[in-house]
């Protein structure tokens, strides 16, 4: 009786994983636009409690050099080769979000070609610790330091 709960259990857990958290797409309103960077305001309404942490990815039409952010961890080693799309991480005090509320930081992204327009931002949330990403794109590589 014990290992037939102990397979429950298992398969539950295989099943919670591969059941994970849906995307959601937030949005990033441009706030300011300087010569060799630019400010975002990034909002995600959430569709599902998190409780455990999140990822997001910030999918921009132009290669960035880096990103200054409040409110989340810019993971500077998750950065695609192209330098296009960039993945942010959750601190201590946004890991648990209640279903509803909003999640609001500013970014600064750093152009790699000063005086050039910011183009276009798609945002990427999803709970938990996989980054998400377009069904069309290819998995974000890491960066050699």
């Known amino acids: 009786m014990h290992i037939y709960w102990t397979s429950v259990v ?7 994983c591969t059941t994970a958290d849906p995307m959601i797409y937030g949005t990033a309103d441009l706030e300011h636009d300087w ?4 400010k975002l305001i990034i909002t995600v309404k959430m569709q599902y409690p998190v409780s455990n942490g999140w990822r997001m ?4 039409s132009q290669p960035i ?3 200054d952010v409040w409110r989340a961890e ?9 330098k296009t799309i ?7 005090f946004t890991k648990k979000l209640e279903n509803g509320t909003t ?11 000063k005086n050039r327009r910011p183009g276009n931002v798609t945002v990427l949330f999803k ?8 069904p069309t794109e290819p998995p974000v590589s890491k960066m050699a330091l």
Request: aromatic share 14%; net charge positive.
């Open 86 to 92: 960039h993945a942010l991480k959750d601190l201590y």
């Open 65 to 67: 050099k880096k990103i």
């Open 74 to 82: 810019w993971m500077d080693t998750e950065v695609s080769k192209d």
């Open 103 to 113: 999640l609001t930081f500013a970014v600064v992204a750093y152009k790699s070609q």
């Open 127 to 134: 709970g938990g610790n996989v980054i998400p990403r377009l």
């Open 57 to 60: 990815a910030l999918i921009f």
């Open 35 to 38: 010569a060799e960077a630019f």
């Open 10 to 16: 298992a398969f539950v857990a295989i099943l919670r």
